[in-house]
């Protein structure tokens, strides 16, 4: 990739038309994977539409992708400018929405707290570990032995799990909950509302959430600014180990420390954590699944193994359909021009399977992973496709998309490992479950992965090893080379 007029290129096919008249919003919004796929039969895996009334870039190769988000012109990709129309009002300043020096300021705070080092040394293990035990005896008490949304469960343990980690909330203190839980789901009707300013044919019925999302954001800042207050008076951290919560505010001033747990408080991360829990538990219940008995065994038992069933889940089921950009100046990727002022959306799951990095994409195949873990670092690097790290001289493990990538990958992608870890091991550990119905499990994409219809399942508390066996510890493996 170079910027402005070093080489020339012709625009991606396809057509951004008029505005208003040719927007494809509506039947994206619809159906976003059939959309997709259906522009890559008719153009190929680059191609151009128009999608919230602007000009839109759509890249769905894996090759494509990794230069958008680290190749060596990724700077003239602005997320900031790809998110703040959806997010101004609903967040405040975040290192999300930074982009420059604020950016890098805050980005290297995050780091001491969020770093790879950081989570490998066990920095909120304790933490981690406290919460599955809560998590497994509010998951017997509320739906053990009765059938259940599993979604819907998966969602509201996470919500549960979250508030806990990155706020100090006490899982068992229901009104607390109760109470940041309805904000949080106000707040995430702000998140997917479609801005006023944005005129959009047949989605008029999103836009009437933003100004109630504003004041929900508006209240869970002052929650978060009186426990903010409340912990400053506290001697050393909480007796259930450190917190995030904890680590903002020792590198974080009042103000930032507010806007970054709004942020890792919000919908979001309940709803990733869900929709690839819901996806582990079909894969390990599927009949057609190879060895599942053996399996689900191992995961239990080997951490290794379950890694591996967990990067496979992230690769084949991302919680989010896209990472969107929009260009700060033209440049170009390969044969084509991105234009300044376009929108730019990597569309993930597409990425994640492309037959050309990953052979039998569409497979879900743990397996795969112990193939690469036994490869060394310069063939690995060699089979993602050398334009996909162009310009760099260090080996790159083979990338997936679903926390994004390169320099504005998601600062939380290393404390997510241990976490769906800890929680995979506590669910295996502690319950079998079984499928009450075999319905669809097509997934609808938007806002986020989860399955169209509910599925049922029932939990079943079983006698087994402890989630703090010594071989399930979340401190025990170093998870940043997993990512």
């Not at 919230?52 to 700077?75: F, Y």
């Not at 599927?286 to 599942?292: L, S, Y």
């Not at 080997?302 to 889940?313: I, T």
């Amino acid at each position: 990739m170079s910027k402005g007029k070093a080489k020339r290129a012709s625009l991606p096919p396809g057509s951004v038309g008029s505005t208003v008249f040719s927007d494809s919003s509506y039947a994206f919004w619809k159906d976003p994977m059939g959309f997709v796929r259906g522009k890559v039969e008719d153009h190929g895996p680059i191609f151009q539409c128009r999608i919230m009334n602007q000009s839109t870039i759509v890249v769905t190769s894996h090759a494509g992708a990794s230069e958008v988000l680290s190749g060596p012109a990724a700077d003239a990709f602005s997320l900031p400018q790809g998110y703040s129309q959806f997010l101004d009002g609903i967040f405040g300043p975040n290192l999300m929405l930074s982009e420059g020096g604020a950016h890098q300021r805050l980005a290297s705070m995050l780091h001491e707290v969020l770093g790879p080092d950081v989570i490998d040394a066990g920095r909120f293990s304790e933490r981690i570990a406290h919460i599955m035990d809560q998590l497994a005896a509010y998951l017997e008490t509320q739906v053990g032995g009765k059938p259940c949304d599993l979604y819907d469960v998966m969602k509201q343990a996470a919500t549960r799990a979250s508030l806990s980690l990155f706020l100090d909330v006490d899982i068992e203190d229901d009104a607390a909950v109760a109470e940041l839980i309805d904000l949080t789901k106000t707040h995430w009707h702000g998140i997917i509302s479609v801005p006023v300013k944005v005129k959009i044919p047949g989605l008029s019925f999103m836009q009437s959430k933003r100004s109630v999302a504003s004041g929900a954001a508006t209240k869970l800042k002052s929650i978060i600014a009186k426990r903010y207050s409340d912990a400053t008076s506290r001697i050393g951290p909480s007796q259930s180990g450190e917190t995030v919560f904890d680590g903002l505010r020792d590198v974080l001033n009042v103000d930032e420390t507010v806007e970054h747990t709004l942020l890792f408080i919000s919908a979001l991360i309940p709803k990733a954590v869900a929709a690839m829990m819901t996806q582990l538990m079909l894969v390990l219940e599927r009949p057609d699944t190879d060895g599942i008995e053996s399996l689900r065994d191992a995961i239990r038992h080997d951490k290794g193994c379950r890694h591996r069933v967990l990067r496979e889940v992230e690769r084949c089921f991302p919680p989010f359909f896209a990472c969107r950009r929009v260009v700060k100046e033209t440049t170009t990727c390969g044969e084509y021009t991105f234009p300044e002022g376009y929108t730019v959306m990597v569309v993930i799951p597409l990425a994640n399977t492309d037959s050309d990095i990953f052979p039998g994409g569409e497979i879900f195949s743990p397996q795969r992973w112990e193939t690469h873990e036994r490869e060394s670092a310069d063939k690995v690097a060699e089979e993602s496709a050398a334009a996909s790290c162009a310009g760099s001289t260090n080996p790159k493990p083979l990338p997936i998309f679903t926390y994004g990538f390169g320099g504005r990958a998601c600062t939380g992608r290393f404390l997510m490992a241990p976490f769906l870890d800890a929680f995979t091991a506590m669910l295996v550990s502690r319950f079998d479950w079984k499928l009450e119905q075999t319905g669809t499990e097509k997934l609808k994409w938007l806002p986020t992965a989860r399955p169209v219809e509910p599925i049922q399942i029932t939990l079943i508390r079983r006698s087994g090893e402890p989630i703090n066996n010594p071989d399930n510890t979340p401190q025990a493996v170093a998870y940043s080379t997993m990512l």
